[in-house]
C-alpha cells in the first residue's frame, strides 16, 4: 500500500502562484510515476501531469505547458506541482496519485490516490 497526502492548497488571486506538495510513504518503492490531476465543480476529473519516481521524468498536459511545473525530491518522498499564472479555469480539488504501470495518464491507470486539496482562484 502507498499512503499519498497533499498539501499547499489554498486561495490566490488571478495571476499569482501556487505549489502543491504530494508526500508519498509505504510502499514506495512499487511506484513508477505520480501523477496530478484536478477536478473543478461539475466537471470530471482530468489529467495534468506525471512525473517518473526514479527517472525524475517529468510530463504536462499541453494547456499547462509553461505554467505549470512538476518535480521530486526522493529524499523527501515528495513530488511538486508549481503552479503560476494561476486564473479562475484553474480552480479545482487537485489530487496526486501513484502508479505502478508505464507512462500513465488516465486515471484508472493510477493505483492509490490523495484526498485531494482545494485550489481557489480569485478574479
Known amino acids: 500500500q502507498v499512503q499519498l497526502v497533499e498539501s499547499g492548497g489554498g486561495l490566490v488571486q488571478a495571476g499569482g502562484s501556487l505549489r502543491l506538495s504530494c508526500a508519498a510513504s509505504?510502499?514506495?518503492?512499487?511506484?513508477?510515476?505520480i501523477g496530478w490531476f484536478r477536478q473543478a465543480p461539475g466537471k470530471e476529473r482530468e489529467f495534468v501531469a506525471r512525473?517518473?519516481?526514479?527517472?525524475?521524468?517529468?510530463y504536462i498536459i499541453d494547456f499547462a505547458k509553461g505554467r505549470l511545473t512538476i518535480s521530486r525530491d526522493n529524499a523527501k518522498n515528495t513530488v511538486y506541482l508549481q503552479m503560476n499564472s494561476l486564473n479562475p479555469e484553474d480552480m479545482a480539488v487537485y489530487y496526486c496519485?501513484?502508479?505502478?504501470?508505464?507512462?500513465?495518464?488516465?486515471?484508472?491507470?493510477?493505483?492509490?490516490w490523495g484526498q485531494g486539496t482545494q485550489v481557489t482562484v480569485s478574479s
Open positions: 512525473i517518473g519516481w526514479n527517472s525524475g521524468t517529468p
Open positions: 509505504g510502499s514506495i518503492v512499487s511506484i513508477n510515476y
Open positions: 496519485a501513484a502508479s505502478r504501470r508505464f507512462l500513465p495518464r488516465r486515471d484508472y491507470e493510477y493505483d492509490y
